[in-house]
């Protein structure tokens, strides 16, 4: 059976040559399946993967080992899991689902160690007055309390 570890410094030195893409997730499978899924930050083409595939199966032997392989790129609607994925989606919309129960949806606007910052425009009622004002808010959520955030797409 292949061992994980040679595939990652594999996929290691590959990313060394193309520091654009970064790995999302690495699966090996019982059976020898090797699966991969990249990201990059200005997205991910058919070329990025098969660079990428192409950087893993020429460094394999299949006459010592056979092995299947299947390399992706994280898909529209993939949860975000790497702080390169938040940075790279700065100005998009995000759906947040947080460990509080609360759940956001607006713009990201920055990025940093700690988490991430949306923001977003409500109606609230007026301070004075009948009717309702637009109020731009804003909510900063720090990683750990991430659950799960995805960009809206928007047609």
């Not at 570890?5 to 019982?30: P, Q």
């Not at 990025?48 to 056979?66: G, K, P, Q, V, Y």
Request: overall charge negative; aromatic content about 6%; some cysteine.
């Amino acid at each position: 059976m292949l061992s994980e570890n040679i595939v990652k410094d594999l996929i290691d030195n590959a990313l060394e040559e193309r520091s654009d893409l970064f790995l999302i997730d690495l699966k090996m499978g019982a059976d020898n399946k090797i699966s991969v899924v990249i990201d990059g930050d200005n997205g991910v083409t058919v070329e990025d993967c098969i660079f990428m595939s192409r950087a893993i199966e020429h460094s394999l032997d299949r006459e010592n080992e056979d092995f299947s392989l299947d390399v992706a790129s994280a898909g529209a609607t993939s949860p975000l899991i790497n702080m390169r994925q938040y940075r790279k989606n700065v100005g998009r919309t995000l759906e947040v689902k947080a460990k509080s129960n609360s759940k956001f949806e607006g713009k990201l606007i920055d990025v940093d160690d700690a988490g991430i910052t949306l923001e977003w425009k409500t109606k609230e009622p007026k301070p004075v007055g009948k009717g309702k004002v637009v109020v731009i808010k804003q909510a900063k959520i720090t990683y750990d309390d991430i659950l799960e955030a995805k960009v809206v797409i928007k047609f």
